[in-house]
């Protein structure tokens, strides 16, 4: 035979031609070759991406276009509503405004706790990294995911129920007639059906039971019935004795055989990275993400208490700058009249320096109404929970404040807060904070479970350096018959039918076996052995060293307290003395007693500067609280928010009660008969031993909120401060403001 063929290949498009096929042999065999180039013709064309011819063209600007488009993904979801009918934006030109919204600090936390499913930061991460952003899904993402969520590890232990079904038609001439029944001409009609149930138990055992039914018609001479039926009914059972036993290896490790696979064939093999899949570890990782998602609670709220203080000391700078404007106009308008007079004092340069000092703090308060599109205050800003950085203006730190609460960034009118930051000194003790945060800080909580999964997984792990050693039973009832069920004509005795044969119990069988296997050397059940106990060391490491770092940040946060309080203090004197030198200026200069205008502009400067810095302070004394509550963590009890798992199915708790009523309560008994490992302490205290405990039955009222631990002196803990110059003067929120 020779042949020729070629191939043309179009992009994605393959065609094989056959160009021409010269046959030199018989009929038969060019028939046979012919068949066989057909048949690899159409098999290596079927191997391309279509089967459509496409002429081959040189143009590949079609090809071109369709791979490079940037395409819009096809889904149902349209813009938010409230995105987008959000009305434009207040902005420096918006000076008219008469409307306010007044916040307190609870209300605040309160709404945007409601309004988040996404809990929100300031950090423009939902667009950045929308994948590592925290919502109130995480923690059921994790408990229902099918690999290694709880229901995915009990899962593994659910009954397997199977059936299938075969017919076969066999016509065929056999050699030898001794494996063809004593024909070498068999003709036969065969069929085989079962079902059955596999179920694995938490001891590792395997169980399972089945039904299996055949038929047979075939021409053998030697048969007794020319069709026949033959049924019988299993039970077997696989018990591991040592490797995969027991009821903590499989909660921990979970099964390490799919059900009906369980020889000594093939050993088990360790989970790459030693990650199981047992009840146990997976009920772990819920708490882990439990543990995730209160911090990022914790980080929510304190990041809507520094949006809130922001924007108060907005309102106050404003107010501030606002004040020394005014002043600067009233002095630029005496010293015109002067100049226009004639008088001392008026002098040219007196003019315009009293203008500029003017056009300063109208540009302060522009920036202060509007401000510049700066980081403000932040968790891991310089501190964990947020170092103040009052730079914002009042449009943008409550656009920022609308963000975080989930409100419309846009109604038309401004929110304002009226809480007045405290100004009362809080003395802690020490070793009381300090025992708090070593308890309660949840990333220690959360690194707790990583090192008691650690423990859990060396436990397992050890269990692979015992061999495989299965004990195995199956038990078997049999049926034979002319007819599967029903009575046959012409057939009497026990073998009229399959079903009746099986239910007289004549016929059975069972088997008892071991089965032993052990890798020669251990060399991965070894390694696995020290790779688990490195892990553990590593994180127990890990673990010592957040302790560490949660003592250095509660040190931080105690030395920020006192600093904020002391500059309180300081900066509330140094308000009063430039308040009083500014006033005495100022009347002087009314009454033309002084000529000197670089003393009145400069009091009208320092006078400003004093007063943010005094509201500045106390914002910062606000926000140092805030943070010893987040370095103590307790700031969700500190705002009266507690976190609770929903309800698990109802099964559970059922389960749950059948085994609680089956315990011995005697300890020596408990000890002998129940051996699973105790993983959790229980439930996690949220109400410390300063808060009230609410009734069952009640819900929490929103109320002024008091967490400070009593001094060493077992007093009430709560000292207020006072010296001969401070005389817990406090002005009244800030009323609307006027630009004119």
């Known amino acids: 035979m020779r042949c020729r063929w070629g191939k043309v290949v179009d992009l994605n498009f393959q065609k094989v031609e056959i160009t021409s096929v010269y046959l030199t042999r018989s009929p038969a065999t060019r028939a046979v070759w012919l068949a066989a180039m057909i048949f690899m013709a159409v098999a290596y064309t079927g191997c391309s991406s279509t089967n459509s011819y496409v002429p081959f063209s040189p143009d590949l600007s079609d090809y071109q276009i369709a791979s490079t488009e940037i395409e819009e993904p096809l889904v149902d979801e349209g813009p938010d509503l409230d995105a987008s009918i959000t009305p434009a934006p207040l902005t420096v030109e918006d000076v008219d405004i008469a409307e306010f919204t007044d916040l307190t600090l609870e209300q605040t936390v309160k709404t945007a706790l409601s309004n988040s499913r996404v809990l929100r930061d300031l950090g423009g991460r939902v667009l950045d990294a929308p994948q590592v952003v925290a919502t109130t899904y995480d923690p059921a993402i994790t408990e229902t995911d099918p690999r290694f969520g709880v229901e995915g590890a009990l899962s593994a232990f659910d009954p397997n129920f199977y059936a299938n079904g075969f017919h076969q038609k066999n016509d065929r001439a056999v050699n030898n007639a001794v494996t063809a029944f004593g024909t070498q001409m068999l003709q036969q009609d065969a069929a085989f059906m079962q079902y059955g149930l596999d179920k694995r138990a938490v001891t590792g055992a395997e169980l399972g039971i089945r039904q299996i039914t055949g038929y047979d018609a075939n021409n053998a001479p030697g048969n007794r019935f020319p069709s026949a039926w033959d049924t019988r009914i299993e039970a077997n059972v696989r018990q591991p004795l040592l490797l995969g036993a027991g009821v903590e290896f499989n909660r921990i490790a979970g099964p390490q055989f799919p059900p009906g696979t369980g020889s000594t064939a093939t050993l088990p093999r360790l989970p790459y990275g030693s990650r199981f899949n047992g009840v146990m570890l997976a009920r772990i990782d819920e708490d882990v993400s439990l543990a995730d998602f209160e911090e990022s609670v914790i980080k929510f709220i304190s990041n809507v208490e520094n949006a809130y203080w922001d924007l108060y000391f907005s309102y106050r700078n404003l107010h501030s700058r606002i004040a020394a404007r005014d002043a600067a106009l009233e002095t630029w308008r005496r010293v015109k009249a002067l100049n226009l007079a004639g008088r001392v004092g008026g002098e040219e340069e007196n003019e315009a320096q009293a203008q500029e000092q003017y056009y300063r703090f109208e540009e302060a308060v522009q920036d202060a109404l509007s401000g510049r599109l700066v980081e403000g205050t932040r968790d891991n800003n310089g501190s964990r929970g947020g170092t103040f950085r009052g730079l914002e203006g009042i449009q943008v730190a409550e656009r920022r404040m609308r963000l975080l609460m989930g409100l419309p960034l846009s109604d038309g009118t401004l929110l304002r807060p009226i809480d007045e930051p405290p100004v009362a000194e809080v003395i802690f003790d020490w070793e009381t904070i300090k025992s708090e945060a070593l308890a309660r800080r949840v990333e220690l909580r959360r690194q707790r479970w990583q090192v008691k999964r650690r423990m859990l997984e060396l436990e397992a792990t050890n269990k692979f350096l015992l061999p495989r050693l299965d004990a195995l039973g199956t038990y078997r009832f049999r049926g034979f018959g002319k007819d599967l069920m029903g009575?046959?004509?012409?057939?009497?005795?026990?073998?009229?039918?399959?079903?009746?044969?099986?239910?007289?119990?004549?016929?059975?069988?069972?088997?008892?076996?071991?089965?032993?296997?052990?890798?020669?050397?251990?060399?991965?059940?070894?390694?696995?052995?020290?790779?688990?106990?490195?892990?553990?060391?590593?994180?127990?490491?890990?673990?010592?060293?957040?302790?560490?770092?949660?003592?250095?940040?509660?040190?931080?946060?105690?030395?920020?307290?006192?600093?904020?309080?002391?500059?309180?203090?300081?900066?509330?004197?140094?308000?009063?003395?430039?308040?009083?030198?500014?006033?005495?200026?100022?009347?002087?200069?009314?009454?033309?007693?002084?000529?000197?205008?670089?003393?009145?502009?400069?009091?009208?400067?320092?006078?400003?500067?004093?007063?943010?810095?005094?509201?500045?302070?106390?914002v910062e004394y606000a926000l140092g609280l805030k943070n010893l509550f987040y370095a103590e963590g307790t700031l969700l009890e500190h705002n009266q928010i507690y976190l609770s798992e929903g309800p698990w199915p109802q099964a559970a708790y059922c389960d749950a009660e059948e085994r609680s009523q089956s315990r011995v309560h005697n300890l020596e008994d408990l000890q002998k008969t129940y051996s699973d490992p105790v993983v959790s302490r229980g439930p996690y205290g949220q109400v410390s031993r300063f808060a009230e405990v609410l009734p069952e039955d009640c819900e929490p009222e929103i109320s002024e909120p008091v967490a400070v631990p009593p001094g060493p002196d077992d007093s009430d803990g709560v000292e207020v401060w006072f010296d001969e110059e401070f005389d817990g003067e406090s002005e009244d929120a800030v009323g609307l403001f006027e630009v004119n």
């Open 487 to 618: 009575q046959h004509e012409g057939v009497n005795g026990q073998f009229n039918n399959a079903w009746g044969n099986l239910g007289s119990g004549d016929y059975q069988e069972w088997e008892l076996g071991m089965e032993f296997a052990v890798p020669l050397g251990h060399r991965r059940a070894n390694a696995a052995v020290k790779n688990a106990e490195l892990a553990l060391a590593r994180d127990r490491a890990i673990l010592h060293e957040q302790e560490r770092e949660v003592v250095h940040d509660l040190s931080n946060s105690v030395g920020e307290v006192k600093r904020s309080q002391a500059s309180v203090k300081t900066t509330f004197n140094r308000r009063l003395a430039a308040k009083r030198e500014f006033e005495v200026l100022q009347d002087k200069f009314e009454k033309e007693n002084i000529t000197d205008l670089d003393r009145v502009l400069d009091a009208q400067r320092r006078f400003a500067e004093a007063d943010t810095a005094h509201y500045k302070a106390r």
